[in-house]
C-alpha cells in the first residue's frame, strides 16, 4: 500500500503542503485502503497540485469546482473513497457555493483544505481567511474585511464532520484524516498550512503561539454542538482537533431514493424500448 508516486512537489521548501500529502498518503495506509481504491479531486492552487502527488485516481479540476468533481465521482463510483482537496482562496472564495452545499448534502466525501490565509500560486494576495488589517499587494492598506470562520459557518450549515488541524503536527492531522475517511458523510478538515514565501505573519510559530489543542480542554465533547460553537468563538476558530462530529445523519447516497448500492458504474445502461419512449415523450 504505497499511496507514494514519483512525482516530485514543485512546492517551495518548507511549505505546509507537503505534511498534508504525507498525512494523507499515511491515513490511506492506515485504513486499509489500496491506490485503486482512493480518489483524489483538487482545484487550482499550489495546493491543488496534491492530486498529481498521490499514487491514486486523481482528478486536477478547475478553480473552486473540486467539489462538484468529486460528488459526482462518489456517485457514480460509492465504492472508490473520495477526497476533495484545496486552498483556502479556491474553497471559501470561488468555491464557497460548492462548499456549504456539499456540508449540508452530507455526501460522503473527505475534504482537506490547506488554510495558508493568502494566495500563493499568484504570488500574494488576500484571501477569505486573512485577518483585518492583513497587508498584501490587493490590500495594501490593510485588509478591511473580516476573516471567513470556516468551522463556525460548518456547524451552521448542518457539517457533521468539522474538524481543523496544523501541517506541523502530522500525526494529529493523519489521525483526523482516517478519521474523515471513516465517517459516513461530509467530512471537513481545515488544515492550517503556512505559505513560507507570502505569509510572513501566519507562520509556523505564529500558529505554534495562537493555536488551542482541544484535547486540552477539559471535557470537550465533540458530539456538542453548542460547545463546539461557543468554543471556536471564545478562541477566535483556533482551535485543532475534531470539533464536532454528528454520526446519527445519514449520507446523501444512503437517502437517495431508488439508489442502488452498487453506484451507477455497476449499473445496467440496458433500457427498454417503452421506457426510452416513455421518456422522450415527456420532453415533447
Ligand atoms: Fe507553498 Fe506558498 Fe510556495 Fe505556494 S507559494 S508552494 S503555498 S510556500
Given at each position: 500500500?504505497?499511496?507514494?508516486?514519483?512525482?516530485?512537489?514543485?512546492?517551495?521548501?518548507?511549505?505546509?503542503?507537503?505534511?498534508?500529502?504525507?498525512?494523507?498518503?499515511r491515513a490511506s495506509a492506515n485504513v486499509g485502503l489500496e491506490p485503486e481504491d482512493l480518489a483524489v479531486v483538487s482545484g487550482i492552487g499550489c495546493s491543488g497540485r496534491i492530486s498529481g502527488y498521490i499514487n491514486a485516481y486523481g482528478f486536477h479540476g478547475i478553480?473552486?469546482?473540486?467539489?462538484?468533481?468529486?460528488?459526482g465521482v462518489k456517485m457514480a463510483n460509492r465504492e472508490l473513497t473520495v477526497?476533495?482537496?484545496?486552498?483556502?482562496?479556491?474553497?471559501?472564495?470561488?468555491?464557497?457555493?460548492?462548499?456549504?452545499?456539499?456540508?449540508?448534502?452530507?455526501?460522503?466525501?473527505?475534504?482537506?483544505?490547506m488554510d495558508n490565509q493568502i494566495y500563493g500560486l499568484t504570488k500574494g494576495q488576500t484571501s477569505p481567511r486573512s485577518e483585518?488589517?492583513?497587508?498584501?499587494?490587493?490590500?495594501?492598506?490593510?485588509?478591511?474585511?473580516?476573516?471567513?470562520?470556516?468551522?463556525?459557518?460548518?456547524?451552521t450549515a448542518g457539517g457533521t464532520f468539522v474538524a481543523q488541524s496544523f501541517s506541523s503536527d502530522l500525526k494529529g492531522l493523519t489521525a483526523l484524516i482516517e478519521q474523515g475517511i471513516q465517517h459516513k458523510g461530509f467530512s471537513l478538515i481545515n488544515v492550517y498550512s503556512p505559505c513560507v514565501t507570502?505569509?510572513?505573519?501566519?507562520?509556523?510559530?505564529?500558529?505554534?503561539?495562537?493555536?488551542?489543542?482541544?484535547?486540552?480542554?477539559?471535557?470537550?465533547?465533540?458530539?456538542?454542538?453548542?460547545?463546539?460553537?461557543?468554543?471556536?468563538?471564545?478562541?477566535?476558530g483556533l482551535v485543532t482537533g475534531l470539533i464536532y462530529q454528528n454520526t446519527e445523519k445519514k449520507s446523501y447516497e444512503d437517502m437517495v431514493p431508488g439508489f442502488k448500492p452498487e453506484g451507477l458504474v455497476n449499473q445496467s445502461l440496458e433500457i427498454s424500448e417503452d421506457h426510452f419512449s416513455k421518456l422522450c415523450s415527456e420532453f415533447m
Open positions: 500500500k504505497d499511496f507514494r508516486n514519483k512525482v516530485k512537489p514543485n512546492w517551495c521548501p518548507g511549505c505546509g503542503d507537503f505534511s498534508v500529502q504525507a498525512a494523507i498518503q478553480h473552486g469546482r473540486a467539489l462538484p468533481i468529486a460528488q477526497i476533495a482537496s484545496g486552498g483556502d482562496g479556491d474553497g471559501f472564495a470561488i468555491g464557497m457555493g460548492h462548499t456549504v452545499h456539499a456540508i449540508r448534502r452530507n455526501i460522503d466525501v473527505t475534504y482537506i483544505v483585518v488589517g492583513f497587508k498584501t499587494k490587493s490590500t495594501p492598506g490593510g485588509s478591511i474585511e473580516s476573516a471567513l470562520g470556516v468551522m463556525e459557518l460548518a456547524l507570502f505569509n510572513k505573519i501566519n507562520t509556523y510559530d505564529w500558529f505554534k503561539e495562537n493555536i488551542t489543542e482541544l484535547s486540552s480542554i477539559e471535557g470537550y465533547d465533540p458530539s456538542n454542538r453548542m460547545m463546539a460553537m461557543q468554543t471556536l468563538m471564545e478562541h477566535n
